[in-house]
């Protein structure tokens, strides 16, 4: 599974990025996509999630209102729109997706990881 990434910027507080990441390569299996991200000096953390069938989503609590995660299933896309954008969502972005299997009651990932979009928003 190949994930390209694009969307990221400058951009002023207040105002909106939206990110793109686009899956490529063996994707039938992937059942959930997302984002996370990962600021100077800190660890990569959650930002949203959203499973393929259904569409559930999850959000870190710091984003929650602010950013919305969808999913274009034919296209095997996920986006992030970012709005009320902070200081502090200053970091790299990077797109994930997950494919579990199931032996029996035990579930096994595995992950893949783009390369990463940066985002800088200025105060």
């Known amino acids: 599974v190949h994930l390209l990434e694009s969307g990221g910027g400058l951009v002023q507080a207040g105002g909106s990025l939206r990110l793109s990441c686009a899956a490529s390569?063996?994707?039938?299996?992937?059942?959930?996509m997302g984002w996370y991200r990962q600021a100077p000096g800190k660890q990569r953390e959650l930002v949203a999630t959203?499973?393929?069938?259904?569409?559930?989503?999850n959000y870190a609590d710091s984003v929650k209102g602010r950013f919305t995660i969808s999913r274009d299933n034919a296209k095997n896309t996920v986006y992030l729109q970012m709005n009320s954008l902070e200081f502090e969502d200053t970091a790299v972005y990077y797109c994930?997706?997950?494919?579990?299997?199931?032996?029996?009651?035990?579930?096994?990932?595995?992950?893949?990881w783009g390369q990463g979009t940066q985002v800088t928003v200025s105060s």
């Open positions: 390569g063996d994707t039938f299996t992937i059942d959930a």
């Open positions: 959203i499973l393929s069938g259904g569409g559930s989503t």
């Open positions: 994930y997706a997950r494919k579990r299997r199931w032996y029996g009651s035990s579930a096994y990932d595995d992950d893949y």
